[in-house]
Each structure stands twice: as C-alpha cells, then as structure tokens.
C-alpha cells in the first residue's frame, strides 16, 4: 500500500537494485499478491525483522534493568539478520542490476548507462546491505536526466554517458515502507556523527 509520498525524505547512499520491466497493461498487484512474488529468503528475512521490532518494543516498555537484555537480543537478531542476508545473496537475481543512488520512503533513483522512459513501470528488488534490508516492490519512473553532459562537450572521451533515474513507489508493502523509513534515518545519523567527527578532526 501506498502512503502520502510527500511525507517522507531521502538520503544519498549506494545499494543494488534489480529492475524487472512491468507491462503497462497488467494488473499492478495487491498486497498479498505482492507477497506472493517475494522469494523464500526475502520472506524469511521480512518475517524475522517483524518479529525482532515487536519483541524488542515490548521490552523497552519494561523497567531500565532491561537495558542489558535488549542490548544483547539486538546483537542477536543482527547475527540472524546477516545469515539471512546471505542466503538472500545466493539466490539468484533476476532483472538488469543498477547502481542506486539515493532511497527513502517514497522512491528511489539510481544510475544507468541507458536512458528509461519516464513512466515505464518495474518490479524492483531493493538491497541495502549495510542496513540489512531487502524489499520487493512496483516501481514508476517519474524521471530520467543525462549527467556529466558538460564533461562530454569538453571531450568526448571524458565520460561514458549516464542517467539519473527517479522512480517511485507504486505497490509496496506497509511494513517494507516502516523499514526503508528506519533505513534512511539510520544512514543520515550515520552521515551527521561522520561529518562530527571531520569537523572535530579539522580543529
């Protein structure tokens, strides 16, 4: 299901991203039929990380002595997270590879060697490594700009050519939206501590 678009942001970050083309004239799909397409492991790895954020909101609800407790069940569910991760990894990949950009919980955009025409519709399996996530969903392309253009007027032999493709959410699951949401926060407060600490150093 889709929520208000508008509501949320999106930060730079890398990440593979897999684009299977959709005909326009099929039927985009519900949840459940959304379900369905997911693979075994992405399932697994959707089922476990539903299961950990209920466990460990309902101990942070109890008393400070828990601290401890939960400290070392999220360490534990990122043990699980990781092995999940990898057999994700071992599946086989279906659809042409790109090259993401920036995510967030409203789209996403990516890079590519070929222009895509704004308005074509894919399946696209997204992986965010170093967030340990993995989301399956229906993507449109709202835009498609060439880059590195004034590189290639210079010499062109400078730049192989590339465009910048935005797409957005058409059919994506609640629960896939609430963790690329997580995702994108935990990667700015990575992006604020780092750019802390250089200034910190510059001193």
């Known amino acids: 299901m889709i929520n208000d678009s508008n509501s949320y942001f999106s930060v730079p970050h890398e990440f593979n991203v897999y684009l299977n083309a959709w005909d326009n004239q099929r039927p985009i799909p519900d949840d459940n039929q959304l379900r369905q397409m997911q693979s075994t492991g992405l399932k697994l790895l959707s089922e476990v990380k539903a299961l950990e954020a ?6 942070r609800q109890l008393d400070s002595e828990t601290k401890s407790i939960v400290e070392f069940l999220k360490l534990q569910s990122r043990k699980v997270d990781l092995v999940l991760q990898h057999v994700l990894e071992k599946e086989t990949q279906t659809g042409q590879q790109y090259q993401g950009l920036q995510f967030g919980g ?3 955009s990516i890079q590519s060697t070929t222009p895509i025409a704004v308005g074509s519709l894919f399946s696209c399996h997204i992986y965010l490594h170093a967030e340990v996530v993995a989301v399956l969903c229906i993507c449109k392309v709202t835009a498609a700009k060439q880059v590195n253009l004034e590189a290639q007027a210079l010499d ?5 050519p590339s465009w910048h493709i935005e797409l957005t959410y058409t059919q994506i699951l609640d629960e896939d939206i609430e963790q690329l949401v997580k995702a994108s926060l ?3 407060q990575k992006m604020l501590k780092l750019r802390k600490q250089q200034r910190n150093d510059n001193l």
């Open 54 to 59: 209920n466990c460990l909101m309902q101990l």
């Open 106 to 108: 409203s789209g996403l």
């Open 156 to 160: 062109v032999t400078a730049a192989s």
């Open 186 to 188: 935990n990667v700015q």
